[in-house]
């Protein structure tokens, strides 16, 4: 068992994606329903793995029918990986977190109210997203002046995500949104501490908390 990043959203690829997403809505006419954006998102946890998650992505989304539309985002999301040690009840002499990244695709469909080109109009989403975690190891010394050393083994999550927002029409083809999110994460961290031998893990959990965007529709 051992902790190894894989996958990294990085700009490149994720302007590649939506570029490639995007190809087919280009070689149509321009109001063909395409909106392209921008959001940071905070997530927050109870503490087992993260108290708290910060990061944001790219959203594509498409207008399917009347007041329905499809999407489809790329996230990336870091958070403190708070206190391993306690997890397999090794005191420590200090508190020592690590660092996790989160590279997420996700899908989801939208149905919005009182949508217009002026004004507030509000609006819910419901999809789906598949996380892959990028671990460290986490090292410390116990007050005897023993040394541990934990290694994380984290699986592929599926992430059930539910939204709900305003959004204010900046002007007709700029709007900012502002959402609510309640996300529950398939967790799965086997974790091992290479001196002593211990090992726990850590299952699913339902952080909440809310994004904010730009996105300019054609």
């Known amino acids: 068992m051992s902790s190894h990043p894989r996958f990294h959203l990085t700009p490149a690829l994720a302007l590649t994606a939506v570029a490639l997403l995007l190809l087919p809505g280009f070689t149509k006419a321009m109001d063909n329903g395409w909106a392209?954006?921008?959001?940071?998102?905070?997530l927050?946890?109870?503490?087992?793995?993260?108290?708290?998650?910060?990061?944001?992505?790219?959203?594509v989304r498409k207008h399917w029918?009347?007041?329905?539309?499809?999407?489809l985002g790329l996230d990336s999301i870091t958070f403190d990986y708070e206190r391993p040690n306690a997890v397999l009840d090794i005191p420590s002499t200090q508190e020592i977190d690590g660092s996790f990244d989160i590279s997420r695709v996700s899908a989801w469909v939208e149905r919005r109210y009182d949508d217009k080109?002026?004004?507030?109009?509000?609006?819910?989403?419901?999809?789906?997203?598949y996380a892959d975690?990028?671990?460290?190891?986490?090292?410390?010394q116990t007050p005897d002046g023993e040394m541990w050393n934990i290694k994380t083994d984290a699986s592929g999550e599926v992430h059930l995500m539910l939204s709900a927002g305003i959004r204010r029409h900046l002007r007709p083809d700029l709007t900012l949104d502002i959402s609510a999110h309640i996300e529950h994460h398939t967790t799965d961290y086997e974790l091992m501490d290479t001196v002593s031998g211990a090992t726990g893990k850590i299952g699913s959990q339902t952080p909440k908390g809310f994004s904010l965007g730009f996105s300019y529709h054609f």
Do not use: H, K
């Open 36 to 42: 392209f954006g921008l959001r940071g998102i905070v």
């Open 44 to 59: 927050l946890g109870d503490g087992v793995p993260a108290n708290d998650m910060l990061g944001g992505g790219l959203l």
């Open 65 to 71: 029918r009347d007041q329905w539309y499809v999407g």
């Open 117 to 129: 080109d002026r004004g507030w109009s509000w609006f819910w989403t419901a999809g789906l997203g």
């Open 133 to 140: 975690i990028a671990t460290e190891d986490v090292m410390g």
